[in-house]
């Protein structure tokens, strides 16, 4: 517009004055741009920090989306145009986990922690309270894992074991084998390596009359103490192989054909020494002598008559016995002869000093021989009886009452009469 109607139009339209304006009037009406009242009662809101105020709405809404105004309409408590507002970032999120894959048979580990069972704890030395303070207590497994080893020391060694006779057993082969307990382990010992002097090349009917010879004194040894050797061992079932004729014969060259430093043998005649009883019979007990059986009867057995073996002895006893005679032909055939009764003490004719005539003793009958009646009486002294006043006849093991009529100090026997039977053995 050219410059002259311009001023024209200046002076006819004056300027409109700006009115103050009340709190009223400016809550109902928008803000235009970004003017603020000058001559208002009230602080304006324009003194509050924009920055400070962000903080605050952040803090208090993390996350939060700003809509976004309308085209020429700011929105209310804008911040001044000149101060850009301060960025809101959003916290990033934790990271998602992967899905654990589960196998359809295998258990998550909660379910296997409810549904595994709790397998007891092996028993541990600091756990077991002793009666002594300063002792340890040791577990079966322990004990049994001490044995073994000194087994497989044994089998090493060739050393001499001892167990209990405890079993005969008979094999589907047909063989009989021994059974040996040695600390609760099982040991195998076949008839050819359990029986002495065991005669080779035999068959037929003269070897099957032998091995049912040799079963009955294996039966009757049930129960003994032998001595053996392991010949062969299993680790993994703890079976155990052994000989009790090599530990015979070892035992045999060291005491009867070994000599000590005297130049001496260590078994010579009239040496005592400690037997064991391996079989008891009811007129004669069979002994061990260090690798070397022998038999010893009744009469060898004690001064005072014996009726029964058993009364006194049992297998598994051990029993001092005199060796008599000793035959040493070689290791394989030693014999010996041995007796009781002169390591016992005492003679014939010390309890026959407890009798006197005429006198009247209990006694028990230990045999009875073509109408001779033999008798121990209960002082201990032999007695002889030819006749009986009682109208019974005495058997064995009856007790009765003997009168003494003589006494034979020569023999070491009283003789007399049986007057009554005070009890028979039935």
Sequence with gaps: MPRKKTEELATIVPETPVLPSTTEDAADQPLVGNTVPENTTEPAAAEIDPVEEAKAESAEYPVQELSTPAAGVEPENAPPAETPPKRTTR???APKKAPEIVDKGQKTPAEASTVQTV???????????TLDARSEAETQAQLEDIIWHEIHNAYRTRRILSGKLSGIEKTDTGKTI???DYKGFRIVIPMKEMVADLPQGMYGAEYDELILRYKKILNNMLGAEVDFVVKGIEAKSRTVVASRMDAMLKKRQIYYLGKDS?????????????????AVAEKVIRVEVFGVETSILARDLSWDWIGDAHDRYSVGDQVLVRVLEVDRVDPEHIKIRADIKSVSGGGRSDNLQKCRIQGKYAGTVTHVHKGIVYIRLSNGANAIAHSCYDRRRPARKDDVSFAVTHLDEEHGVAMGIITRIIKQHI
């Design 91 to 93: 916290k990033r999120a």
């Design 262 to 278: 005297d130049g001496r043998y260590r078994i010579y005649d009239g040496r005592v020494v400690e037997a064991r009883v391996i």
């Design 178 to 180: 021994a059974i040996v």
């Design 119 to 129: 397998s007891e704890p092996a028993i541990q030395q600091r756990d077991i309270l």
